[in-house]
């Protein structure tokens, strides 16, 4: 039997918040998706001006950096020609992200969730991942 951490919706909440509140101040209307670590969804919200099209692609971010415990920018960098994971976007029928916004979110070095994040450049979607997790990392 094995004993499972993972994120809770008052979790999911925080990481919003966070979230949310990095997207305002730099002025980007955000989707913001946060999953468990299998990947399947606890919390979503489309900021108001959030890209229509940002909803799915916030969802694979999530969803790719918990179920494979790995950041999207990671895998955009391995998956380029001639690099070790080249073509690995094309696996899970597309959904494995290789774009920055997707971030494991790590409790005691275990994957316990994702964040995934669209509708601005790949740069303000990681810093607005990463503002979430460390949001919910306050004490």
């Known amino acids: 039997m094995k004993t499972i951490i993972r994120l809770d919706l008052d979790d ?3 990481l919003i918040a966070g979230a949310s509140a990095e997207a305002e101040r730099i002025g980007v ?5 946060i999953v468990d670590e299998s990947g ?4 979503f919200e489309r ?3 959030g890209k229509v099209t940002s909803t799915t692609i916030a969802l694979d ?3 790719t950096a918990a179920a494979a415990k790995k ?23 597309g959904r494995l992200m290789v774009v920055g916004g997707g971030l494991p979110v790590l409790h005691e070095g275990q ?5 995934g994040i669209s509708s601005g450049t790949p740069a303000q979607d990681q810093a607005v991942a990463q503002a979430g997790i460390d949001h919910w990392l306050k004490p």
Do not use: D, W
């Open 12 to 14: 999911a909440r925080i």
């Open 29 to 33: 209307p955000m989707c913001i998706a």
């Open 40 to 43: 399947q969804l606890i919390a």
């Open 47 to 49: 900021m108001e001006g």
């Open 61 to 63: 971010k999530a969803f």
């Open 71 to 93: 950041a999207t920018h990671e895998y955009g960098a391995a998956s380029q020609p001639g690099a070790p994971a080249y073509g690995i976007n094309s696996a899970i029928g």
């Open 111 to 115: 994957v316990v969730g994702g964040i």
